[in-house]
């Protein structure tokens, strides 16, 4: 019986002692650990639906419970799920080397990701990376790797891309001596199939929960490629009772090739809870993932509408119940739900119906081929380098599309602005710049082109209204603006100059509305450098 004094220090004494798992750094923002602390949140939400769902009944007291987490690091979910199995399961199977060993052998399952992670996690969960030796606090496995699978993946090519995950062949095709980051919880069209060749039954997992890998670098692109929407499409092909899992926030309003992951998220009526990290360093300390995280749960004998939390630092707006089909993306806080419904109901035209595309004039951003000092028939362009912003000057045979934008004023403002709300109040938007006619400017500009100096001066009074930038910034979750970014601003006469009391009177917004939005969103000086 001496066996049991590692599992009561394991399970029933960790608090005393320091927790090895909040000490793990993260390598990369690829594969972030979760903090204890968090993962134990999140059981917590797991716990509150699965009593919703059954009289009040403990989902720790249910030895016939399974449970999944298909892309473990740390073994953090499954060690706290079995800490809290050998607690709930006391009374029905009193010996504790009996109940752990049940716990351990026909309830949580884990699936590696790396060779590495693996390891840690039958550490963590079994107190030994072999699950079959001596310190292992189960007894009855004959596998050295129990239930925590792993074994390397190789991508599957098709092309330059890997057919299941997209991952580039030039990046991921890799020695053997390297990890190929080929998942193999997505590296295959029958999930169930994959499973029972894993564990050597077929599994039907009650709860799937986990923190997956959220991308997967470019082939020498600017942009990282997200990953993290497969596994929960993935995971629901499972049709688990309860999914949890932590995801970043930047599918809610923008993301590459997140279009279709949005729309069926903010369709899905059995999506439960959906808790909303603006600053994800409040979450996971050291690392920056741009849009924050978030963490959410489907329910799958639940339909309806979702109980939203917003957490930022110590400010909890929620749980709020929502109709996530309202719009086509996500309104992060509830409280600015109804002031973009007063807008909307206006039915005006947008902004972006007249907004200048992305690279209007074909002209990137590290376009080289202008000039500073004119040469007869060149037009101004406006651009920014190393040391800012600059009037350069092209000829017009450079100018590849949108040739008829050429003859206009332009009310511009920069295609970069804040990052994503990061920090509150929030200017959203750089400032804004009037380009004379005729004119072009980079990549880094996007514009409102008028026919008048005048309307272009009306527009950039527009641009610097907090009620603006505030209805921008909600459809805005990094530090990328595009036209999109303004569909829900709506369009104004160009005839005068606008200010925010106009604003606010002609959309009815209340003293309380007001006061909300002016404390996002802080007055644009358009003397300051990052404004």
Not at 354 to 371: D, E, I, P
Not at 517 to 522: F, K, Q, T
Request: hydrophobic letters at 40%.
């Amino acid at each position: 019986m001496t066996a049991l004094a590692p599992t009561k220090a394991e399970f029933t004494l960790r608090g005393h002692n320091p927790d090895v798992l909040t000490c793990i750094a993260n390598l990369s923002n690829d594969e972030v650990f979760t903090p204890p602390e968090f993962a134990n949140r999140i059981l917590d939400t797991v716990a509150d639906a699965w009593a919703a769902a059954h009289d009040g009944a403990s989902i720790w007291a249910d030895a016939s419970v399974t449970f999944l987490d298909p892309f473990t690091k740390s073994g953090v979910f499954l060690r706290e799920i079995t800490r809290r199995l050998t607690e709930g399961l006391a009374d029905e199977i009193p010996d504790l080397e009996a109940r752990v060993d049940h716990i351990l052998t026909k309830q949580v399952f884990g699936i590696g990701i790396t060779q590495l992670t693996a390891l840690l996690a039958r550490r963590s969960v079994y107190c030994s990376k072999d699950a079959t030796g001596e310190h292992s606090i189960a007894r009855s496995f004959d596998r050295d790797w129990g239930n925590i699978w792993f074994e390397r993946t190789e991508h599957t090519w098709a092309g330059s891309k890997c057919a299941y995950c997209g991952a580039s062949k030039t990046e991921y095709a890799r020695a053997d001596e390297l990890e190929t980051h080929a998942y193999a919880f997505i590296h295959t069209k029958n999930i169930k199939k994959l499973l029972v060749s894993m564990f050597g039954a077929d599994v039907q997992f009650d709860v799937i929960i986990g923190n997956p890998p959220y991308q997967l670098g470019s082939d020498g692109g600017t942009r990282d490629v997200p990953i993290y929407q497969r596994f929960v499409d993935q995971a629901k092909n499972l049709e688990p009772r309860l999914l949890a899992m932590v995801i970043p926030a930047r599918w809610m309003a923008a993301g590459l090739g997140l279009t279709d992951f949005r729309r069926s998220m903010l369709s899905d009526r059995a999506l439960r809870v959906l808790v909303d990290f603006p600053v994800a360093k409040e979450v996971f300390s050291g690392v920056e993932i741009k849009g924050g995280v978030c963490y959410f749960l489907r329910d799958e004998g639940y339909e309806g509408d979702c109980r939203v939390t917003t957490v930022r630092g110590h400010e909890v707006v929620g749980p709020v119940l929502r109709d996530l089909r309202d719009h086509d993306v996500f309104v992060r806080d509830s409280r600015a739900v109804g002031i973009l419904d007063k807008v909307l109901a206006m039915k005006e035209a947008a902004l972006s119906d007249v907004m200048s595309s992305r690279t209007a004039f074909g002209l990137y951003s590290n376009y080289s081929g202008y000039r500073l000092v004119p040469r007869p028939g060149d037009i101004p362009y406006y651009a920014t380098g190393a040391k800012g912003r600059f009037v350069g000057y092209v000829t017009p045979e450079a100018v590849s599309v949108n040739r008829q934008n050429i003859d206009t004023w332009k009310a511009m403002v920069p295609k970069a602005g804040s990052d994503g709300g990061q920090k509150l109040p929030d200017v959203v938007l750089g400032r804004p710049w009037l380009a004379e006619r005729p004119s072009v400017c980079s990549q880094s500009f996007l514009f409102v082109p008028t026919e008048t100096r005048e309307a272009a001066e009306s527009v950039l009074t527009y641009y610097q209204t907090r009620f603006l930038r505030f209805l921008v910034a909600l459809r805005k979750i990094t530090q990328d603006t595009t036209a999109s970014s303004y569909s829900w601003v709506p369009q104004q006469t160009w005839d005068r100059n606008w200010a925010d009391a106009d604003l606010y009177e002609k959309y009815g917004i209340t003293d309380e509305e007001i006061a909300f939005i002016e404390s996002m969103v802080r007055p644009m000086n358009l003397d300051d450098a990052d404004a």
